[in-house]
């Protein structure tokens, strides 16, 4: 898959696409511009940054060298060698129980449209979030699998119990990357241990494929998750350095401001606009931090 098609992959999980500067962008939160695919280190001058600001946009967010940005990551993994031994002690005996208990193995897209709903509330449940609608919505849900059951180089794999599927995972090949998206286990079956099964069996039978250098378990999120983080690395991940640059229009550098965060919080609190301003409270918390500890952060016109 190259960078237009996964373009495509995301446009149908109804995310917006930008080509502009030679670079596509996905508006993964309003008004917010991504670099993708994601492990592809750009740059952008001032020029070209103005012109997506006057497009309307507030924020850029991209992948750079080291030196050009903030120090980051991304959870990769690229042991050929990679078993059980590869693992933390905690996460190799909840494997092997997971092993024991679950069948791992490529799903087509019928069965996930049919049955992945159900197993993507559930995670939400569990996370005291709504999640977004092409994840929750049957309707949505269905579409975005018929949209993956007609591309190349996206595949899924379960994890079933008893012959019923319990979690799922989607993998999509980028260049020479095979990113997992969606790791997701219903509640009731997490005694069994599903993902630490279907992570390792996938992880393993991925890097048996000559054209799979990296098995990319995402970037450095925004705010820490640490029992996600914890759980990537004792799956045998590792951090891989990557530089992240953000830049704001600035005239969208008022809104970031402890007062307008102030208020976002009350608004979110009462159950207004919880969707649009969570992002917002999520990206200034981040930002807030970067600009205290000096890294790289800017503002442009």
Known sequence: MDQEDYGRFLSAQGLRTVKAAGELWVEKRKLFLENIPPHRRIRLDRWNAMKLFLRGYAVLRYSCEEAEGRPSF????????????????????????????????PIN??????????INRSVFARQGRPGPPFLAEERLWKQYMRACRSM????AWGAHVDEQL??????????????????????????HRPMNA?????????????????????LEPFLSLPALEDFKISMGFRRSSIGRRIVVNLLARPFLTRPVERVARGLVAS????GVLGDFLTFTQSFREQSLSGKHTEARL
Request: glycine content about 6%.
């Open 198 to 218: 279907l992570v390792f069996s996938v992880v393993q039978a991925l890097l048996l494929r000559p054209m799979v250098k990296r098995v990319s378990y995402g």
């Open 109 to 118: 897209f019928d069965l996930l449209s049919d049955q992945g709903v159900p």
């Open 152 to 155: 190349q180089d996206v595949e």
């Open 271 to 274: 159950g207004r606009f919880k």
């Open 74 to 105: 991304e959870y990769i993994c690229d042991d050929r060698n990679y078993d059980l031994h590869s693992l933390g002690h905690k996460a190799r005996n909840q494997t092997r129980q997971g092993l024991k208990n679950c069948v791992v193995r």
């Open 166 to 191: 319990c979690a799922f995972v989607i993998v999509v090949f980028v260049d020479d990357y095979a990113y997992l998206f969606h790791p997701h286990a219903l509640s009731e079956s997490l005694k």
